[in-house]
């Protein structure tokens, strides 16, 4: 599974888009990316996933580069309630599991 | 629906104790997944079942802990003789079958003093 690289904190102010960039340049073809998000004291919250085509459901967006190497997930207006760690992930459809990073800590700001 | 529930949601032990942890997943799917999350860590695989295939334990971190699956349903974590270094959050995920989407429950928070 391809190692994931994010910004270890970001800040949005509320009502914003919220952009959080994920760096995956070793991905394979056959690699999706996830998007889960933990708010403190939960268990990881999904949020979407897509392999070459941009994704959009009623969470968020997800824009991958038509070279796959990395992928921005955007929450179109973010909410105090998005204050998260937000984990990108490289998982193949032959993983068992998923390889969770440290994230982004993402702070929206009144 | 329902989601994936944990029970308990914390647990307080003395060292040397065994603990059980309890995951029911959502119902119908047939892979479960627990993982550990340290204080400001990211998640740590630790044991997957899918239907009625032998496990992989893979992830577990010593022979102190196991996990069982009864009935392709509810799984359960043990961990014997418990060390402070076991203090973490334990998670229990479950998909639909492997390697879709995992659905996470709240998780138990597990202190061995």
């Known amino acids: 599974d391809a190692k994931t690289t994010q910004p270890p904190s970001m800040d949005c102010a509320e009502g914003r888009a919220a952009n959080l960039p994920c760096n995956h340049s070793?991905?394979?073809?056959?690699?999706?990316v996830y998007w889960y998000r933990q708010i403190h004291s939960q268990g990881p919250q999904y949020i979407i996933h897509g392999l070459k085509n941009n994704e959009t459901n009623e969470m968020a967006s997800l824009i991958i580069t038509e070279d796959r190497k990395s992928s921005t997930l955007i929450l179109p207006h973010a909410t105090l309630r998005d204050t998260a760690v937000y984990y990108c992930?490289?998982?193949?459809?032959?993983?068992?599991?998923?390889?969770f990073g440290t994230g982004t800590s993402l702070t929206v700001i009144p | 629906g329902a989601g994936v529930s944990q029970s308990p949601s914390n647990k307080v032990t003395e060292k040397g104790k065994d603990v059980e942890l309890r995951c029911d997943p959502i119902?119908?799917?047939?892979?479960l997944y627990w993982y550990r999350q340290s204080l400001g860590q990211g998640l740590e695989f630790l044991i997957y079942f899918q239907g009625n295939s032998a496990p992989d334990k893979s992830g577990l971190p010593s022979d102190r802990f196991s996990a069982e699956r009864t009935g392709g349903s509810v799984s359960t974590l043990t961990i014997q003789r418990t060390q402070q270094e076991d203090s973490a959050v334990y998670l229990c995920a479950s998909s639909p079958s492997a390697y879709e989407t995992q659905y996470f429950g709240p998780g138990t928070r597990l202190l061995v003093l």
């Open positions: 119902s119908g799917h047939t892979a």
């Open positions: 992930i490289g998982r193949s459809n032959t993983g068992n599991q998923f390889y």
């Open positions: 070793t991905i394979s073809g056959n690699e999706y």
